[in-house]
């Protein structure tokens, strides 16, 4: 098993450039299914949960290729419908093939997806949506087998604004006969992203950012070039490392906006920040202040995919913080691991309690998830002495060699195994 060893202590200082953000890519990728003509991706970074999406599509039929920072998508020998089922328990994003097939051949074998294990994610708002669709449905043992041939427009409000299910049905409707409606919809940067790939291959869909999206169904899309938007969350990484350990840390190639619950929060924590159209620097030269309270929520909240990170941040700022996870249950899992390095944090429920210590001090802990486990390398970086951590696997699902871009800010990251 991959680890990571940290010799911490370190202030960071540097400047790094954001590539596109996973959680734009995945979809897209997905959505390039829905044309037989090819597409080319740009500026997209080499991370397991990518890799793994690629190796599904191919299974499909797909070719896929890469040079350099650029995917080239070929689906115009799409033979198989059905999702490798050894494949699917690997990602969680396997899940939007279900649209784009469905749009594409109106048929659909899918395994309950696999991925981080942060809470219970229910698959019910995507399936209730495709149903109003037209869809058939029936699930039975592990898989998911749609009948899309009476697939067609339909209003659909969704109970709960699910980034996923957004996605999937605009997804599904794009070469759905008729006009969708999507109520309740997500408002992620990245439902926009999709919206735009869309629409460069020459479908209709509007509104995304708005809460209500509408897509007209076309008979065919063509294939495109397309650059999707920088990662937010592994900017907002960065950020929040820079503010834990100290230093002075530029990112370009952002989009501020995306970044805005998270740059209000470090605002007041006796950090500056410089914010430009597309370039962040922070300077932070002694301890953070204490957030009074952050409560994660759906966008343009703040991300529950930042929440960890931040708990780093608040253990070692002035004061006490309260954080409230209101999306996924059992994000606070790196609360042990924390606690292993010194940190003073009371969970209760979904609640934690973080008190300000002054450091940290390096000890072996375990990533049990993506997010959690990069906040584990800011704790690390952050901590006096050595911190070894296993699971690094976890990690690399959303970061390129975070190892490399800790080292490129003056942080000492190794790899081992």
Same mark, same amino acid.
């Not at 370190?10 to 953000?21: D, N, T, W």
């Not at 599509?57 to 080239?72: A, H, I, P």
């Not at 430009?276 to 957030?291: A, W």
């Not at 409230?324 to 606070?332: D, K, P």
């Given at each position: 098993?991959?680890?990571?060893?940290?010799?911490?202590?370190?202030?960071? #200082?540097?400047?790094? &450039?954001?590539?596109?953000?996973?959680?734009?890519?995945?979809?897209?990728?997905?959505?390039?299914?829905?044309?037989?003509?090819? #597409?080319?991706? #740009?500026?997209?970074?080499?991370?397991?949960?990518?890799?793994?999406? =690629? /190796?599904?599509?191919?299974? =499909?039929?797909?070719?896929?290729? &890469?040079?350099?920072?650029?995917?080239?998508?070929?689906?115009?020998?799409?033979?198989?419908?059905? +999702?490798?089922?050894?494949?699917?328990?690997?990602?969680?994003?396997?899940?939007?093939?279900?649209?784009?097939?469905?749009?594409?051949?109106?048929? $659909?074998?899918?395994?309950?997806?696999?991925? #981080?294990?942060?809470?219970?994610?229910?698959l019910d708002i995507h399936l209730k949506g495709l149903r109003e669709m037209g869809v058939a449905i029936e699930e039975s043992h592990g898989n998911i087998f749609c009948d899309g041939t009476r697939l067609r427009g339909a209003d659909v409000a969704l109970d709960f604004p699910s980034v996923g299910a957004t996605e999937n049905l605009m997804m599904a409707a794009a070469l759905a006969e008729g006009t969708t409606r999507i109520s309740n919809a997500a408002k992620e940067p990245e439902i926009t992203d999709l919206q735009n790939f869309i629409n460069a291959m020459g479908g209709k869909v509007g509104g995304a950012g708005s809460g209500k999206i509408v897509v007209e169904g076309r008979a065919s899309l063509h294939g495109c070039k397309y650059t999707p938007i920088p990662d937010r969350i592994v900017a907002g990484t960065l950020l929040i490392a820079g503010a834990t350990c100290g230093g002075d840390v530029c990112i370009t190639n952002v989009v501020p906006e995306h970044l805005e619950?998270?740059? @209000?929060?470090?605002?007041?924590? $006796?950090?500056?920040?410089?914010?430009?159209?597309?370039?962040?620097?922070?300077?932070?030269?002694?301890?953070?202040?204490? @957030?009074?309270?952050?409560?994660? !929520?759906?966008?343009?909240? @703040?991300?529950?995919? =930042? !929440?960890? !990170?931040?708990? *780093?941040?608040?253990? *070692?700022?002035?004061?006490?913080?309260?954080? +409230?996870?209101?999306?996924?249950?059992? /994000? @606070? &899992?790196?609360?042990?691991?924390?606690?292993?390095?010194g940190a003073s944090i009371t969970v209760k429920d979904r609640t934690a309690v973080v008190r300000g210590v002054k450091g940290l001090e390096g000890a072996s802990v375990s990533a049990g998830d993506l997010r959690g486990g990069a906040a584990l390398v800011i704790a690390g970086a952050k901590a006096e002495g050595y911190t070894t951590i296993d699971g690094a696997r976890y990690i690399d699902r959303g970061y390129e060699s975070i190892e490399k871009t800790f080292c490129a800010l003056g942080a000492d990251v190794k790899r081992l195994g």
């Open positions: 098993m991959s680890r990571l060893l940290i010799k911490g202590g370190r202030p960071l #200082c540097g400047e790094i &450039r954001i590539k596109a953000a996973k959680n734009a890519v995945l979809p897209i990728l997905a959505a390039s299914l829905l044309t037989k003509d090819p #597409c080319e991706i #740009c500026d997209v970074p080499a991370l397991a949960d990518i890799s793994n999406m =690629l /190796r599904i599509m191919q299974g =499909l039929g797909t070719n896929c290729k &890469r040079e350099e920072d650029v995917l080239t998508v070929r689906s115009d020998d799409l033979t198989s419908y059905s +999702v490798p089922t050894d494949l699917a328990k690997e990602l969680r994003s396997s899940f939007f093939l279900l649209g784009p097939l469905l749009g594409r051949m109106r048929r $659909a074998v899918v395994a309950y997806p696999g991925g #981080c294990d942060i809470g219970v994610r229910p619950p998270l740059l @209000f929060k470090i605002n007041k924590s $006796a950090c500056f920040l410089d914010v430009r159209s597309d370039k962040i620097t922070l300077s932070c030269h002694g301890r953070p202040h204490h @957030f009074d309270k952050l409560e994660t !929520q759906p966008y343009p909240g @703040f991300p529950t995919d =930042l !929440q960890s !990170q931040a708990m *780093v941040m608040m253990s *070692v700022a002035e004061g006490t913080s309260v954080i +409230v996870e209101n999306i996924f249950e059992t /994000r @606070f &899992r790196i609360v042990r691991e924390l606690t292993k390095m």
